[in-house]
C-alpha cells in the first residue's frame, strides 16, 4: 500500500503549513505593528476579498502572476475565479474603481494572505504573508523614498535596524540592450551575461554597448560610491534621467534617514514584473531570503505609482521575537474579578476547569504556566 | 452586448467584497483586540493554511462544511484541495496531530477568513472572517462557562455589553423525537413543526411525548425561569442528564458573571452541526444576525472539547467605531524628528511629496487631513 491509501491527516501539500504557538501568535502581532506604523505615516488599510473573477484578477499588474494563481469555479456566477498570488493588483484595482475619487496622493495599505501554485527553492512557503504599502498618483522622488521610509521604520519596530535596502533599476537594462541594437540571440546571451554579472562576456558580447555595461556592472554596491561611478558612465539620454532618479532618490532617503544601510545595482533586473522605475528589495544582514520587496509601476494603466510589500514569514526569522503573556494558574474558585485584574496587568490566566488536582503546583507546571496564583499574588514557578 | 463582452472591473462575485477605508483598520483592530482578550484567558493562537488536501479537511467535524467548501486542483501533488469554510476543524486537526502531546486542557485561538460557496439570505457573504477559541480536553461545566465569559469579555472590550447568549442543547430534541417512537414521516412532521415552535401542532403529532415536548417549549426564555421550568419536566433518564448540564452551565456562568444576559432554549435545533452538548448562540441586543456559536463537541473523534466562534464582520455593524489616528499635514521641508514625535503621539502624518502647493490649508483638507502642522504645532482644521 502506498501514502495514497494511508491519508495522514497530519500530511499537508508541499509548501502549507501550521504555525503553531507561539509563532502564529507572534507573527500576527509583528503585523499589526507594521500595520501601526504604516497608518503613521497616512496609509490607510484596505481588505480586498480572497478571490475574485479571474478576468479582473489577472488584469493590468496581475497578470505577471497569472501562472502562479489558483483557479476555481464559482457555482454561483458560473465564471472562474482566481485565489489572489499577490496583493498589490488587488489594491491597484481599488485605487481604480472604488477609490478612483478619493484625493491623490492616496496612501492605502494591506496585509493579507496570498497562494501560489508553486514555491520556489529558496523560497518554498506556497501560501505567503504579505504586509504593504500603496501610494498612488505621485511620481515624486519623494514617493520613492518615503516607502523606503516606512518600511524602514516597520522593521525597526519590529528590532530590525540591521537591514539593507537595495535600489534597482529593473527597466535600464533592457533599455541599453535595446540601444546596443544585437541581434535576438545574441541578446539573450548579452542578458544572460548581466544577469550573470560576468563581465568578461558583457565585454565579449556587448557591442557598442560593451563599454557602458562593463562600467555599469561595476557601479553597483554601498550607494556613495556606486552612484559616484554611475555619474561618470557615460549613458543614452533615457537611460542617463534613469540613473539621476536613483541618485535623487537616495539623497532623499539620506536627508531624513542618513544612517540608513543603502546598496545600488543599476543593472540588476531579476524578478522584475510590473516595476517601471526604481525598484528596491529590503534583506537583513546574515540572512539570504527578501524580506521585501518594491518599486515604481503604473496603477490602473494611468497613475504612477509606488510601494512596497514586506514578507512577515520571513521577517520573522530574522527577528527577534517579542516577550508574550506570562502564563499565571488560577486554583479552583479563584474570585473573578482577582482573574481580570492579573489579566489587565498582562498576565495570560489559565484557570482550573474543575479538576480534582492534589498538587496545585505541579499541575501549573504541567499546563507550562510561568506563574502560580498564591495568596493573591502572581508566584513565580521555578 | 452583454457583461460578458464589458467586463466591469469593479464588479466582485456576489458575496463577496472589498473593506475600505476606515472599516478594513477597524476590523483589523477589532479581531486584534479580541484575540488578545482570549489571550488573556490562556489560548494560544494557531493559524492553519488556507487549503488543505479535502481529504483530511472535510474528515471529522469537517464533514459538516463539506457542501459549502471551494475544491482546487494541486498541480504539485495532482490532489484536491479544499479551501477552508471553517476554522474549528482545521484547529481539531492541530490538536489532534501536532500538538497531540501538548498538555491538556487546551486552549487554541485562531482569526482567519473563511470562503463558502454559496451565502444564505440572512449571511450572503461568502468571505467570513472567524475569530474563535477551543478549549479542548476538558468536559467540565466549567469549560462550558469560559467559553462564554471569554466570548463576553472579548465583544465588551469592543463596547459590546447589550449582548444575550442563548444556551441551547441541539441533541436533546433528537433523543426525545427518538423516545416518542414514531413512523419516520410523522417524526419529520413533529421535527419541523418543533423548529417552527408550533404548541400547537407538537401536541397534536407528539404522541407519547406530546406533554412533555409541549412543556420543553415554554420552558425557553430568560435563563432563570426558563431552567425552573426545565428542572420540573419529566424527561428521560438521558434527556434529564442534559437539561441538568445545562443548569449547571448556567449556575458557572451566573457565578462569575451574574450580570450577564443568558437566555436558554433546550428544544432549539437548527445549525446543529457537529454539536454534541451544550451549545451558545451569541446576539447583540436589537441585531438579527449572529455575533458568533459555539457548543460542546468531539475533537479528532475522541476529545472532549467545546468552543465559540466570533463573527467580526456581523460584531462590527453592531459594536462602536473606535477612534482612529487623527491625520496630521505635514508641508514639504518638514524635520524628520519632528514628524516622527508626531507619530508617536498617536498622528498619522501625511507628507507633501515635494509637490508645488500654494494654499497649504486647503492642500491639508483635500488630503482629508483633521489638522496641519504650523509653527511646530498641530493645529486643528476647521
Known amino acids: 500500500m502506498t501514502d495514497d491509501f494511508l491519508p495522514n491527516p497530519a500530511l499537508l501539500p508541499a509548501g502549507l503549513r501550521d504555525l503553531l504557538p507561539p509563532d502564529a501568535e507572534i507573527e500576527a502581532r509583528s503585523i499589526e505593528a507594521m500595520m501601526d506604523c504604516f497608518a503613521g505615516h497616512g496609509y490607510q ?7 475574485e473573477f479571474e478576468h479582473n484578477l489577472l488584469a493590468g499588474s496581475g497578470a505577471a502572476v497569472s501562472e502562479q494563481t489558483f483557479r476555481l469555479m464559482d457555482p454561483d456566477s458560473q465564471r472562474m475565479l482566481g485565489l489572489r498570488a499577490d496583493t498589490t493588483p488587488q489594491v491597484a484595482r481599488i485605487a481604480n474603481t472604488r477609490l478612483a475619487q478619493s484625493p491623490r496622493p492616496l496612501r492605502l495599505s494591506y496585509a493579507e494572505h496570498c497562494l501560489r501554485v508553486r514555491g520556489s527553492q529558496l523560497a518554498p512557503d506556497r501560501q505567503i504573508s504579505q504586509a504593504g504599502i500603496e ?57 544572460h551575461a548581466l544577469d550573470r554579472k560576468d563581465a568578461a562576456a558583457v565585454t565579449a558580447l556587448g557591442g557598442s554597448m560593451a563599454a557602458t555595461l562593463t562600467r555599469l556592472l561595476l557601479a553597483a554596491g554601498e550607494a556613495t560610491p556606486a552612484l559616484a561611478a554611475l555619474s561618470e558612465v557615460d549613458l543614452p539620454a533615457e537611460a542617463r534621467v534613469l540613473a539621476d532618479r536613483l541618485a535623487a532618490v537616495v539623497d532623499a532617503i539620506r536627508a531624513r534617514a542618513p544612517a540608513l544601510r543603502l546598496t545600488v545595482d543599476p543593472l540588476e533586473f531579476r524578478g522584475i514584473r510590473y516595476h517601471t522605475g526604481p525598484c528596491v528589495t529590503v534583506y537583513a544582514l546574515g540572512h539570504q531570503q527578501e524580506l521585501g520587496r518594491g518599486g515604481r509601476y503604473i496603477s490602473g494603466e494611468r497613475e504612477p505609482a509606488t510601494g512596497l510589500t514586506l514578507f512577515p514569514d520571513v521577517i520573522l526569522e530574522a527577528a527577534r521575537a517579542p516577550a508574550l503573556r506570562p502564563r499565571l494558574y488560577l486554583p479552583a474558585g479563584t474570585d473573578a474579578k482577582l482573574a481580570a485584574r492579573f489579566r489587565a496587568e498582562g498576565y495570560a490566566t489559565v484557570a482550573a476547569l474543575g479538576d480534582e488536582v492534589i498538587d496545585i503546583a505541579a499541575e501549573a507546571r504541567r499546563l507550562l504556566c510561568s506563574h502560580l496564583l498564591t495568596d493573591g499574588a502572581a508566584a513565580p514557578l521555578s
Chains 1, 2 share one sequence.
Open 45 to 51: 488599510r484596505v481588505r480586498p476579498p480572497l478571490v
Open 135 to 191: 501610494l498612488i498618483g505621485s511620481d515624486a522622488v519623494e514617493a520613492d523614498a518615503e516607502i523606503v521610509l516606512a518600511g524602514a521604520e516597520a522593521l525597526a519596530v519590529l528590532g530590525l535596524t540591521e537591514v539593507s535596502f537595495d535600489l534597482t533599476l529593473p527597466t535600464m537594462a533592457a533599455m541599453l540592450l535595446d540601444s546596443a541594437g544585437l541581434p535576438p540571440d545574441r541578446r539573450a546571451l548579452l542578458a
